[in-house]
């Protein structure tokens, strides 16, 4: 029977390791989506994933709302990733990266490399996005991690969904979908 | 190409009801909207794409059982046997914390209580073989000047003048006595019998360098506090007085031929209620007299009849006045006078002398009612019996015209122990407990620090890790 969040938090500040890998289980998927969509590849989505949950089982005493342990995670995994791309800043164009495949994929539906794409929004849109879309994050979790108020995240949700779908749109145009 | 396009102002709410953030109001009126208005249903089954879109594009971004299996190795790896039974780290850090605080205080205590120690508040002052006060020097590395009771480094920053204020005004006989009143005996040398040294004397006793405007009594008090120093006294008075044969260590006399002669060893022994509160108002009334106290002791072991002893000089032209008024403060149990047993006789001459005062007394009322002529023979008999009051009790001591100063030495004795605390004893109880206090904060803190040795490595270790 699944454990909530709540009760395997405190099994876990109790000293079950084994529990916290229940922990990881449930959200290293989304927490190494949202780490690939903020940072662009996989290997630095993992490290950083692997980095996030090392970090906040030892931090685990900080957390005071076990309910809310996904937006807390997200929140470690946010301030990681903006280290990672400030290490990496300018080192790897984007056409270096994946224009080649996304250009030649053989389904048109397919030649859309979506990350890749993505990865041209602002990174404010994406932390945004992420949040909403891979942790299913409410809007008061998301601006408590972005310190806004709920309303204005709504607002900035909004333009980071209208900016995705502009880049959608165009990269549809460009590939004659 | 699929454009965002929904009804002007609509996009926010559409966003927030497809992340069902509206409330109902707002959600009902996004629904009648919808269900009129064909450009906002595309918007939102666009939106409702690229959520579905940018979800599966990140599918199969997931570290697996890999990434969940490195992260508890990672953990496991810190979590070492000796940290499965530690403490969280807060409580770590509040022990040490707490070890270092607690360390202090307890030094902190025990200075107080070593220190506190050493200055009892009643104290024997050592004596010598002969009977006399030991001339210990005086430590000047920042302890307490035992002349002034004020601190070296203070005291040695006062001008002479100063120097002689605290000197003389010091008053505490029970602290460090010894010092202070073997120099106030040399206090009552007049300026006359020490002027012939005019000059050659260190005022401060450090070393015997030249000082030709030295006081006598600068003189005498720059030597205070130092052993080296009244050596250096005695040579200096050898050495340019005339008279100077002053020897500090042959000080029952002062040795200074013409000097100051003096009849010593009246030695009394008083029963009274309180011993400790007689020997202190004998020791008042010396003082109110020119004398000095050269020792004073008092001891109130259980079981034992409580004691208090005091011996001093008083100048001898005092003495009828001030041992009077000593007699007065209890029982009279022996009297002793250059050690032959003249209590009988005492008792004799203090019925004679209270005879003649009483004598003398009623002359003086009478005096007072007769008339001039009567008055004046009255008064020459009354001044005739007080005279004879003195004279018996100077008889009785031996006094003499050459003599000076008397040496006296009183015992005041109480009839039976007592049964109640008194100060001497809670004191020593107070004392005592605290040193077991002490005691036991130390033991505690060094269990305390022990845990802190074992435990602050790994602490320290896991705090570099974490670092890392």
Redesign the interface.
């Known amino acids: 029977m699944p454990k909530s969040d709540e009760e395997i938090v405190r099994r876990v500040r109790e000293g079950d390791l084994h529990a916290y890998g229940q922990l990881i289980d449930r959200y290293q998927q989304r927490l190494t989506a949202a780490a690939r969509h903020l940072v662009g590849d996989l290997e630095t989505a993992r490290d950083i994933v692997q980095e996030t949950f090392i970090e906040a089982y030892r931090h685990l005493d900080g957390l005071r709302d076990a309910a809310r342990i996904g937006g807390w995670l997200y929140g470690i995994l946010r301030h990681r990733a903006h280290a990672a791309l400030v290490r990496r800043r300018s080192t790897v164009s984007w056409e270096e990266e994946g224009a080649a495949e996304w250009f030649t994929a053989p389904d048109p539906g397919e030649r859309i490399d979506v990350p890749e794409l993505l990865s041209r929004l602002p990174v404010a849109d994406r932390e945004v996005l992420a949040a909403r879309y891979l942790l299913e994050l409410d809007y008061d979790e998301i601006a408590r991690l972005i310190g806004a108020t709920p309303q204005n995240t709504r607002v900035r949700v909004c333009r980071a969904k209208e900016r995705l779908r502009a880049l959608l749109a165009r990269a549809e145009e460009e590939v004659g979908l | ?4 396009t929904p009804c002007p102002d609509w ?2 709410l559409l ?2 009801y497809q ?1 069902d ?1 509206l409330a109902i109001d707002d959600r009902e009126r996004v629904e009648e909207h919808l269900g009129a208005c064909a450009a906002c249903r595309q918007a939102l089954t ?2 409702d794409e ?2 579905s ?7 199969h ?4 059982t890999a ?2 299996n ?3 190795e ?3 790896m ?2 070492t046997p000796s940290s ?1 039974i530690t403490l ?1 780290a ?1 409580w770590l850090r509040w022990l040490v914390g707490f070890t270092g605080v607690t360390a202090l205080a307890s030094l902190a205590l025990i200075s107080f209580l070593l220190v506190g120690n050493t200055r009892t508040p009643m104290t024997i002052v050592p004596v010598d073989g002969n009977g006399q006060v030991v001339l210990d020097s005086v430590d000047d590395s920042g302890k307490i000047n035992a002349q002034t009771g004020i601190p070296h480094n203070v005291y040695n920053g006062l001008d002479a003048a100063e120097r002689s204020r605290q000197y003389l005004a010091y008053d505490a006989p029970a602290k460090v006595p010894a010092m202070v009143y073997m120099n106030r005996r040399d206090l009552i040398l007049p300026p006359e019998r020490v002027s012939g040294f005019s000059g050659n004397l260190d005022t401060h006793g450090r070393s015997p360098v030249a000082s030709p405007n030295a006081s006598w009594e600068d003189a005498l008090l720059g030597y205070v506090g130092s052993k080296k120093g009244f050596f250096h006294a005695s040579d200096a008075f050898q050495n340019n007085s005339a008279n100077a044969t002053y020897d500090f260590r042959m000080n029952r006399n002062y040795g200074i031929p013409g000097g100051i002669q003096m009849a010593y060893d009246v030695d009394y022994a008083f029963l009274v209620k309180n011993a400790l509160q007689g020997a202190r108002k004998a020791q008042q009334i010396v003082r109110e007299h020119g004398g000095f106290i050269i020792d004073f002791a008092f001891n109130s072991d259980e079981g034992t009849l409580p004691y208090a002893s005091i011996r001093g000089k008083v100048p001898a032209d005092q003495a009828d006045k001030a041992l009077s008024a000593i007699e007065k403060l209890g029982q009279v149990r022996g009297l002793t006078i250059d050690g032959e047993d003249l209590t009988e006789q005492f008792k004799q001459q203090i019925d004679e002398a209270n005879k003649q005062k009483e004598h003398a007394e009623k002359l003086e009322k009478l005096e007072n009612r007769s008339r001039p002529r009567v008055a004046k023979n009255i008064e020459q008999e009354r001044l005739r019996a007080e005279q004879r009051a003195a004279a018996a009790k100077r008889a009785l001591l031996g006094l003499q015209a050459k003599h000076e100063l008397v040496e006296f030495s009183a015992s005041f004795i109480e009839d039976k122990p007592r049964e109640r605390l008194h100060f001497g004893q809670v004191y020593a109880m107070t004392v005592a407990s605290l040193k077991l206090l002490g005691l036991v904060l130390v033991g505690v803190v060094l269990l305390l620090a022990l845990i802190g040795i074992i435990a602050s490595p790994w602490w320290l270790w896991k705090y570099l890790r ?1 670092k890392e």
């Open positions: 190409m699929k454009k965002f996009s926010e966003s927030a992340d953030a666009l939106l690229d959520r879109r940018l979800e599966g594009a990140y599918a971004a997931t570290g697996g990434l969940r490195r992260v508890l990672e953990l496991r810190e979590n499965q969280p807060s974490r």
